[in-house]
């Protein structure tokens, strides 16, 4: 029997169109979800520049997605390799801070010196070596930092615009160098990752970690027009008040600008993305303070804006059994609906003023966009906490306001003194 052509030809038609009707739907589908994320992105956003108009508008409109830095910094793979010691050095992907403190304990002052002179950007971003170790290789890393952007500044054959980018970037570097200051953690990487420490690291008794939110990098870490829109003059504000609260008390402050923060009102700041990079980073940072600082109980969490989403997320890793204080202020959400869900050793403090736009972005999760329930709501279970004279999103740490007393009382451990709304 002879095929009937036609027939098949009908059949092969109609499956094609079938496959091109999936096709077709499975297409719509996508641009659908991609739609709804715009538009969810949009409503987010709009949010926030409707209560912070003008410059916060044009960072919405040209804010980029970051790339996220979750490796270990220039000079690792090198510093695994290199056996000259005549063994293994601690790999800075994997080791504990536990393991990297034995390390340079069995080190002589020679071998620790020619590590520094070697490997600066390594040695100074290890949790668990010495401090005063950490600051001298970074004081190197960034001196070599400050050279080079110096010569990129210097060289003609650039354009205008990179040489003032490396112009600013020299600069800001050079400021790290002043004398006494303590830098933690360098990594120039990207827009650059900074952390620095404010009094005796070593021998405070009470520990307090900065973490910031959207646009804290090198270019506006220490910020001298308006200090407290940095993660150093909130760090400075907070150790003063203690000190004035207690002028006896052995405290330290850090500022620990240690992930890529989102840059603007873009798709960033309205999704865990560089949270969930940022957490593990937090986690090793509490890990090597364990090892290399003695304070009568775990630093508490000082989180800003963006910067609570990460606390949100680095919680129930962090707190090791130990009861841990966490203060969220001018926060969008902390990844999770109540308190709760941050693990049993974790107490939240939560403050929110009237005047701070925040308050005016959605409190919700939709589809990987935002960040869960409002911390200083009613079902969140969180410790609520006075911000009375504060304004703006970034003016709780300014004086004479009852957080920035509320923020020294806590992390000096005096919490019958915190006032409430």
Not at 21 to 47: E, H, N, P, W
Not at 259 to 265: C, I
Not at 270 to 277: F, G, N, Q
Request: proline share 6%.
């Amino acid at each position: 029997m002879q095929p009937n052509h036609k027939r098949l030809g009908a059949v092969r038609l109609s499956a094609v169109r079938r496959k091109a009707k999936q096709l077709s739907a499975t297409k719509l589908s996508v641009l659908r979800r991609r739609r709804v994320k715009r538009v969810l992105i949009g409503v987010f956003a709009a949010s926030a520049v409707l209560a912070d108009a003008g410059a916060a508008a044009a960072q919405a409109v040209s804010a980029n997605e970051q790339v996220a830095i979750t490796s270990p910094p220039a000079g690792s793979a090198e510093w695994v390799a290199d056996h000259s010691l005549g063994r293994s050095l601690p790999d800075p992907a994997t080791a504990s801070a536990t393991v990297v403190a034995t390390f340079f304990a069995s080190l002589t002052p020679e071998q620790t010196t020619r590590l520094i002179a070697e490997y600066p950007l390594v040695v100074g971003n290890l949790d668990g070596a010495p401090l005063q170790t950490r600051y001298q290789a970074n004081r190197l890393a960034i001196a070599a930092e400050r050279d080079k952007a110096r010569a990129r500044a210097n060289d003609t054959k650039l354009d205008a615009d990179t040489r003032a980018l490396a112009l600013s970037r020299a600069n800001d570097s050079e400021g790290l160098l002043a004398k006494g200051r303590q830098i933690l953690a360098f990594d120039p990487r990207g827009r650059g990752l900074v952390s620095e420490v404010y009094g005796d690291l070593a021998s405070a008794q009470r520990v307090a970690v900065l973490v910031p939110g959207s646009d804290a990098d090198l270019a506006h870490f220490d910020q001298t027009a308006d200090p407290l829109r940095s993660p150093a003059g909130m760090a400075r504000a907070l150790l003063a008040e203690e000190h004035r609260q207690d002028p006896n008390a052995h405290t330290a402050v850090i500022a620990w600008t240690g992930y890529v923060t989102p840059s603007g009102l873009g798709p960033d700041a309205v999704t865990s993305r560089l949270a969930e990079a940022a957490a593990p980073r937090l986690a090793r940072l509490l890990s090597g303070l364990a090892v290399t600082s003695s304070p009568a109980a775990p630093p508490a969490l000082f989180c800003h804006s963006y910067g609570s989403v990460v606390c949100g997320v680095a919680a129930p890793r962090i707190h090791d059994g130990l009861r841990t204080d966490l203060v969220v202020f001018g926060s969008p959400g902390m990844g999770v609906q109540n308190a709760a869900e941050l693990g049993d050793g974790v107490r939240v403090w939560a403050t929110r003023n009237p005047t701070d736009w925040i308050g005016n972005v959605p409190y919700l999760e939709v589809g990987g966009l935002g960040h869960g329930a409002d911390p200083t709501g009613p079902d969140f279970d969180a410790v609520q906490v006075s911000s009375a004279g504060a304004a703006g999103h970034t003016g709780y740490l300014s004086p004479h306001t009852a957080s920035l007393r509320n923020f020294g009382s806590i992390a000096l451990g005096d919490y019958g003194d915190v006032t409430h709304p």
